[in-house]
């Protein structure tokens, strides 16, 4: 009996069973991903997913069931929301002065990517403003070998570091936050999706039971760091 005993305990330490039978549960069997930045604690806000893209509601903000995990909803979300912001903390001066890098998530192949517009959107009377220059994101687009797609908006203006056709690995540098497109200020939205359809990385009530994250910390104003798996 003990040593049997001894044997699951050092089977458990190795992480194989476990880890197998945890992947095979999962609704999809996509990559597991790593938050995709550089520097995770210069970001003070994560606005998720909306659970509940149908409903639109009938006030202004329309209405929102936002990711939520361990029984608690990131600070906000908005109707529709298909993505994961990362706000940038200092905003414009912040970006100015150098911003910061936008990670691959996982191993990929780049499919997309647009560099070159403007990208100082912010809001202006209630509604996002580009200062009268198209409203278009920069952005990087990468499939990963399951099918799944990440997607990176809102990209600083020349900042884009790659080109399609070429592979990247997990946390190579994709290009820096900035304000391009709908955005109404220096953040990076993320997005994954399985064959066109959004799909939330984090777990939790209103997501889904197991994170797609490597990390995706406890805690949801504090990101944990970039790894890679
Ligand atoms: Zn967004």
Redesign the pocket.
Same mark, same amino acid.
């Given at each position: 009996m003990r040593a049997a005993f001894a044997m699951l305990l050092v089977a458990c330490a190795q992480g194989t069973p476990e880890t197998v039978d945890s992947a095979d549960d999962r609704a999809y069997t996509p990559e597991v991903f790593a938050i995709p930045l550089a520097e995770p604690e210069r970001f003070f806000q994560t606005?998720g997913v909306d659970h509940d893209p149908e409903d639109h509601g009938d006030s202004t903000l329309g209405s929102a069931i936002c990711t939520n995990y361990d029984g608690r909803g990131f600070p906000w979300c908005y109707d529709g %929301?298909d993505?994961?912001?990362f706000l940038l903390e200092g905003g414009f001066e912040a970006m100015d002065a150098g911003s910061t890098q936008i990670l691959a998530a996982a191993a990929g192949v780049v499919v997309s990517t647009d560099d070159g517009n403007y990208d100082r959107c912010h809001v202006e009377g209630g509604s996002v403003s580009c200062d009268g220059y198209p409203m278009v994101g920069n952005h990087v687009i990468l499939e990963h070998p399951s099918g799944v797609r990440t997607k990176y908006?809102h990209m600083k203006s020349g900042s884009v570091a790659v080109e399609v056709g070429q592979e990247v690995a997990c946390g190579d540098v994709l290009g820096l936050v900035g304000s391009s497109g709908l955005s109404s200020m220096p %953040?990076l %939205?993320f997005e994954l999706a399985v064959d066109g359809q959004w799909v939330d990385p984090y777990a939790g009530p209103n997501s889904q039971p197991e994170s797609w994250w490597q990390d995706q910390g406890d805690d949801p104003e504090e990101l944990p760091p970039s790894v890679c798996p």
């Open positions: 606005t %929301h993505g994961t912001d908006w %953040h %939205h």
